[in-house]
Every structure is written in structure tokens, then in C-alpha cells.
């Protein structure tokens, strides 16, 4: 395969006949060789996105912020949040747009739209979950908190923070329909973009009310959390970008329903995969707060999933834990451990695997997809489901 970069042919122009079929189960189907490629290629669009995220942030504090007592703190703050994470959802939306387009900055900056939405829901969701760390820094509500804390204002710290952090989210909401109204595509294009745009910001909020009633002292069923895990976090992390990316490059109704089908399978595996970071992973891994989901009483899917599979004892122990003090160290050991003997993350791992396959061999039988999309597509697949962070 050539060497991948963003300004490379457009998809389609002698790259046609390459699929991704026949890897071993479990595994990328790409080599080391082209797997070394397509992460230089993803890592300059997430370069060039940051870049230009960054450089409309910049102009719309100069234009809006600037002047406001605490500015100075209020940019590193914005840019923090605007500039940090892996940059997935932009990706996937560009990713989109080349499945039918050739390169282009306009691209990246429709691309760099889905970042600063991605912001806007990091903030408020802190903010709702009472999470004290992001990306293994405060959050912003905490930082805010600190803030007006540290200038002797009147009033309650906490409530400062809270307050400011989803006002910040609110800003960063309309930043982001702004930058892909003035991102330089063509009206026609943003036509069809748009309903792709709506449901990802529609389907994001009422995931989010939905997973806040979504507490594991209620013993919700295994499939009712799958069905809110795609409405809050799958469709919105991996389908409607990369559905909006191909939305605006003007991609065909069949191949738009390949790309929405794939996004579905591997919206699920990502979240799949972000429960068991929620409930074992460390914070030096996640940036949050280690087994985050527990401590909160988050009904994640395998925390249902192994309530479906307990032996009536370990249900009954299970019941005592959920009702436990969430920051009893000895208390969290003792749920993962439970959880892990029920087999329930053996049967989330396999249910990631079994969707991220199912969506490579999905887009490697789609006659409308290049070679060079069809690799990428089948990378940012296994990449959502091998991930640790």
C-alpha cells in the first residue's frame, strides 16, 4: 500500500480491488507494514484538525471572551479541553468525507466540528457524573471551582464551578455548529450533512438523561444498557461522523448505509470497551478516577451482564456491594473480582471481537469502497476495540 497521508488521491482513483477479508480472529487484517502507514496518515489528520480547531478557538476568544475577568484562565482552559483526547471522532468524520471526496481543508474543518461538540459534552458530563478528573487532570468544574476559590469571590466555590463548566459546554455547543457552517463547504453539502449533525447532537442529549437514570441499584437488563450505550455514546463516538463525513462528500444511499451499519458495530465495541475501562482500568490509563463506573454506581454492561449470569449467592453479594460505600478500596477489589468470576467480561470481549469483525468484513465486501478506505476503516475498527485508554 502507498504511503497514507491527507492530501493523498481521492478514494477511488487506482486504489479499487484491495480487501481486508481473512485475518485471524482477534487481529487487525492489516500488516505491520500498513498498519505503520495508516497511523501517519491518522495522526496527521488529527494534527491538522487540532490545528485548526485550535486556530478557531483562539479567534472566537479574541472575539467573545476576551475582556472577561479570568480570560487569560479561561483560554488555557478552552484550549485544554479543545486541543487534548485522541481526536477519534474528527477522524472518523474526515474518514467519512473521504469514503466519497478528495482532500481538503474545508474537510478538516467540517471534521473539527465533531471536537469541539466532543468538548461540549465532556464538560457538562463531569459536571453531571461529579467526575474530579479528566484525562488525568481536574476537570473544568473543579478547576473553576479552584478558580473563583482562589480570587476570594463571594458565593459557593462548587456551585461557581458546576455553573461555569456547562455555560463553557454551552459555548463550546454553538462553537461547534458554527465551525462547520463556516468550514467552506458548499450549501448542497451541508444539506445533506445536516440531519446526520442533528441526530448526533439530538441522540447525545438523550443518552445522557437516560444513562442519568441508569444507576445499577435499579438492576437494569443487559439489553436495555446496550440499547443506551448506542443511543449515548456509540452512534455519537463512531456512526454520525463518520455518517456526516460522507453525508457532506455526497457518498451514495447504499454506500451511506454500509458506513452507518459499520459505525453501529463499532460504535458498540467502543463503548463495550470504554465499560471495562470504567469498571478495571487505572487512572494513569484512563485519566478518571480508577474504577470510575463502580464507584459511581454506573449500570455498565458487564455490571448487568454478570448480575444476568450470577449463581443466586453471588447475585445476593452483588446487592450488597451496590448498596456499599463506592469509595471502600476492599469493597471495589471484591466487585471486580465477582465480576470477572461470572464471566461476563470474557463475554463482553467476545462480543466486542464478534462486532468489530462483523463490521471489517462489512465494509471489505462494499464494491463502492477503495482499497485505501477499506484499510483505514478496518484499522480505526480494531483500533476502538484494542484500545487502553
Known amino acids: 500500500m502507498q504511503h497514507l ?31 505503520s502507514d495508516l497511523e501517519s496518515w491518522s495522526t496527521n489528520v488529527r494534527a491538522r484538525t487540532r490545528e485548526l480547531v485550535l486556530d478557531f478557538v483562539h479567534a472566537q476568544w479574541a472575539n467573545h ?7 487569560d484562565f479561561l483560554s488555557d482552559l478552552l484550549g485544554e479541553y479543545a486541543a487534548s483526547g485522541k481526536y477519534l471522532r474528527s477522524t472518523l468524520t474526515y474518514l467519512g468525507w473521504r469514503c466519497g471526496a478528495k482532500a481538503g481543508e474545508h474537510a478538516f474543518r467540517a471534521a473539527g466540528s465533531a471536537e469541539l461538540l466532543h468538548a461540549a459534552a465532556l464538560l457538562q458530563d463531569d459536571v453531571m457524573d461529579d467526575s474530579a478528573l479528566r484525562r488525568g487532570r481536574p476537570a473544568a468544574h473543579v478547576q473553576l471551582e479552584q478558580w473563583h476559590r482562589s480570587r476570594g469571590v463571594p458565593g459557593s466555590s462548587s456551585r461557581f464551578g458546576r455553573s461555569a463548566a456547562t455555560l463553557l459546554g454551552n459555548l463550546f455547543l454553538v462553537w461547534a455548529e458554527q465551525m462547520l457552517r463556516e468550514s467552506g463547504m458548499s450549501a448542497a453539502a451541508l444539506a445533506r450533512g445536516w440531519p446526520y449533525y442533528d441526530a448526533m447532537r439530538s441522540e447525545l442529549a438523550v443518552g445522557q438523561f437516560v ?26 463516538s463512531v456512526r454520525r461522523p463518520l455518517e456526516l463525513g460522507a453525508a457532506l462528500a455526497g457518498c451514495s444511499p447504499p454506500l451511506l448505509e454500509v458506513l452507518g451499519g459499520y459505525g453501529d458495530l463499532v460504535g458498540q465495541a467502543f463503548q463495550l470497551r470504554d465499560d471495562l475501562l470504567g469498571t478495571f482500568g487505572e487512572a494513569s490509563a484512563t485519566g478518571k478516577p480508577s474504577a470510575h463506573d463502580l464507584r459511581t454506581h454506573k449500570a455498565t454492561s458487564v455490571v448487568a451482564l454478570a448480575y444476568e449470569l450470577a449463581t443466586p ?13 463506592a469509595s471502600d478500596e476492599d469493597d471495589i477489589e471484591s466487585w471486580q473480582i465477582l465480576l470477572a468470576a461470572t464471566g461476563a467480561v470474557d463475554v463482553v470481549e467476545n462480543l466486542m471481537r464478534s462486532r468489530v469483525e462483523e463490521a471489517v468484513r462489512l465494509v471489505g465486501q462494499c464494491p463502492d469502497l477503495g482499497g485505501l478506505c477499506r484499510g483505514l476503516l478496518a484499522d480505526m475498527a480494531f483500533r476502538c476495540f484494542e484500545r487502553t485508554t
Request: aromatic share 2%; net charge neutral.
Open 5 to 35: 497521508r491527507p492530501e493523498g488521491p481521492a478514494v477511488g482513483e487506482g486504489e479499487r480491488g484491495r480487501t481486508d477479508r481473512g485475518a485471524p480472529p482477534g487481529s487487525s487484517p492489516l500488516g505491520d507494514g500498513e498498519r
Open 65 to 71: 471572551v476576551r475582556g472577561v475577568e479570568g480570560d
Open 211 to 236: 444513562d442519568l437514570l441508569n444507576d445499577a441499584r435499579r438492576k437494569p437488563c443487559f439489553r436495555h444498557v446496550l440499547d443506551v450505550m448506542s443511543r449515548k455514546s456509540g452512534n455519537y
Open 313 to 325: 449467592t453471588a447475585r445476593g453479594e452483588m446487592d450488597r456491594l451496590s448498596q456499599a460505600d
